[in-house]
Structure formats: C-alpha cells, structure tokens
C-alpha cells in the first residue's frame, strides 16, 4: 500500500510540473523487486494481464509492432508501451494509450473498427486499473490452486483466448486463418489437433501466442483437460 502513496505523490509532482512526458523516476524494464509468488487477486500484473492485451490486439503487423510503429507508437513491450503510449502512473484518463482505447468518437477509437478487433470491458477495465494502480512492469508466479477437474468452455478456456489470442484470431482477416471467435470455430482446431500441439508447444508445431512466452502452466493444463474432456461448449 505504501507504493501507491509514494505513487501518488509522483504523480502529484508530475502534475505540479505540469509535463508528464519527463518522469521523474524513469520507468523500469523488467519484473520489479516486488514481484512476488503468488498473485494477489487485487493487483493487476502487467506480465501476467496487461502484455498479452497489447500483443494480441495492438502489436500486430500493419498496427503497433515494432515494423509498422503506426503514429509511432509500439505496443510490443512494457518499455514501449508506457513510452510510447505516454503513459501517466497513476492516472489513466491522462494515459494516451488508455484515452485511445476509450475515445467516445468509435471512429477515433482503437482498434480501429476496420480491424474488427474489440477489446472487451474486461480488458479496457484491466489496462485501467493497471495504470491507476502505476503502471508498473509486474508479475505474479502463480502457485495457487489450479482446478482443472471439470473445465468450462465459457469460464476457463473462453477467458483465455480472449486476453492471448483473439487479438490476431478474430474480425475479418485472422493470423493464419484461424477463428477463435466461438466454440464452433474453436471446435475445428481442436479436432485437427493444432490447438494443443501450438499451445503445449509440441515438437513440429508453431508456437502460440506467437512471439510470446507459454501460457503458464495452469492454462494450459485447462485447455488440455477440456480437450480430453470432449471440448463441450459448457
Ligand atoms: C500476435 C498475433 C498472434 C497471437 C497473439 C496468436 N496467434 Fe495464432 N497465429 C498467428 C499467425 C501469424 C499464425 C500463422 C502461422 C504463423 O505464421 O506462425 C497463427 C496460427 C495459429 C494456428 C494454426 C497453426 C498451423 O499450424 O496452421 C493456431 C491453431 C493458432 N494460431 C492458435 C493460437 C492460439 C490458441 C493463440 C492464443 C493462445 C494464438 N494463436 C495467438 C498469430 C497469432
């Protein structure tokens, strides 16, 4: 809790400043030395919750990857996002990136309509209390419970492919022509085996998410079991 105090004074500083574009502590790559075993369910963990947004939503060819740095914003990494995307710790309604994603006007508003990718409440309310809470580059390691006796398509693996995949695997032109949409289009990557040989990352298949880390254990264990569950739309 102190944290967010010494926070808010900073970010009550910058605003006494009146330039949120020279912090005064600069922003710091890598985990932070709070990173901590085990997650608290109040924090949001920018590794664990935030990046995977950006990756699969913004930082995506034609858009913010490193390539096309569209408007040069980069939305690739925690350093690129809270530079690039001028994020203000603390104060997401002065956080370009967090305005762009809430513009009133939908034709200002990212993503762009044209993409067909939506970023869900969820994930909006995600990136917000992420900034409001600074913005840090977190991460949590997991090691609670992981229950993945009786899975649930709309609970456990809907969630899932919703935070790292459907960024590239919806709207009108999906990464490698796969639809991730729903448990019907789900269904046919599941019987062709690919939606476990790319998540479990088995020899000869291609890795996803693509350019980025395993999903942690857990998930994939919920989608294995689903899958040998008979992959119910449950
Ligand atoms: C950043 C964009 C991106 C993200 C995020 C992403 N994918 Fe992909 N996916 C691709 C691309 C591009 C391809 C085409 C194959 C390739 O070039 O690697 C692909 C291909 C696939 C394929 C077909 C593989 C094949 O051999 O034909 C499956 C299945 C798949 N992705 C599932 C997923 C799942 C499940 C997730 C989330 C855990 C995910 N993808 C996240 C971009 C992405």
Redesign the pocket.
Known sequence: MRKFIALGAVVALLGAAGCKHEPLTPFIDGPNPDTTDGCDPSTVYFQNEVMPIF??SCA?PGCHDAATAEKDVVLDSYLNIVNTGDVSPGNPGNSDVYEMITENDPNDRMPPQSSGITLTPDQINTIYEWIGQGAENNFCADSGPCDTVAVSFAEDIQPI?ST??L???SGSAP??G?L?TGHQQVSV?VANG??LG??SHLPG??T?????PR?ADCKVALIRNWIEQGAPDN
């Open positions: 990756a699969s995506v492919l790292h995949c960024g590239c695997h990464q490698g796969v991730l990557v690919l939606l790319v998540v298949y291609v996803m998410p693509r350019n980025q999903l």
